[in-house]
């Protein structure tokens, strides 16, 4: 089976723009969870999905968004964009309610410049 | 404040040689304590932890939790090469919430 996909594998934007990342979870699960990952520091929580419907979020300011489709596809998006908001971002899926074991994608690594 | 904190922040060890990764939590409403192996990018899930004294083990990989120290060890005996990576370890605080520590870096030395 495919594991968790992500697209695009690098963007490069500018401050101010808005970027929209993308996150294929692994067939059979239901569950999406999206990561934030500054380089050097540990992931952080930025939103939970569980049958499109948000279960969680995390410390994270408005400019960031987060849906889920009827295929339990999920779009993070980001507004007006900040320097600080260069980072890996990681999507992870889980089986449906058992958001423990999660398979992490292989991320999106955004630069703002 | 939630926080999990990851000690050492690095290490470098010899081929063969046995390590123990630390990660102490202080959190609301805890649920599980995870450990994760991240080498280029995607974090791959190794242990889920959630009774006090449990010994889990995989290989040459063990860890086990403290609930009333709150913390968790991470062991690997006889490290190779490919053991060379960042540990995560992450908390499950309530419903929805994960918080990670920094992780440590792990250098094997052939």
């Known amino acids: 089976d495919a594991g968790v996909t992500q697209s695009p594998t690098h963007l490069i934007k500018t401050r101010g723009q808005h970027v929209t990342l993308r996150c294929s979870p692994i067939?059979?699960?239901?569950?999406v969870s999206w990561y934030q990952q500054v380089l050097g520091q540990g992931p952080q929580f930025i939103f939970q999905?569980?049958?499109?419907?948000?279960?969680g979020r995390g410390n994270f300011p408005d400019r960031f968004s987060a849906r889920q489709f009827p295929n339990y596809s999920s779009e993070l998006n980001v507004n007006a964009l900040l320097l600080g908001d260069s980072a890996l971002y990681l999507c992870a899926s889980s089986r449906e309610g058992d958001y423990n074991e999660q398979f992490f994608g292989p991320g999106t690594r955004l630069t703002v410049l | 404040e939630d926080k999990v904190v990851q000690s050492p922040l690095s290490l470098v060890v010899h081929e063969g040689d046995t390590v123990t990764l630390n990660c102490s939590y202080e959190v609301t409403n805890f649920r599980s304590l995870l450990w994760y192996k991240q080498e280029k990018k995607a974090p791959t899930f190794l242990f889920m932890l959630?009774?006090?004294?449990i010994e889990k083990k995989s290989g040459r990989l063990s860890s086990i939790l403290d609930k009333k120290e709150l913390f968790s060890i991470l062991n690997i005996t006889a490290t190779q090469t490919g053991d060379s990576a960042v540990y995560l370890c992450a908390v499950e605080a309530g419903r929805n919430q994960f918080y990670f520590g920094t992780g440590t870096s792990l250098t094997v030395i052939p």
């Open positions: 999905y569980y049958e499109k419907e948000e279960r």
């Open positions: 959630t009774s006090s004294g």
């Open positions: 067939s059979g699960h239901k569950s």
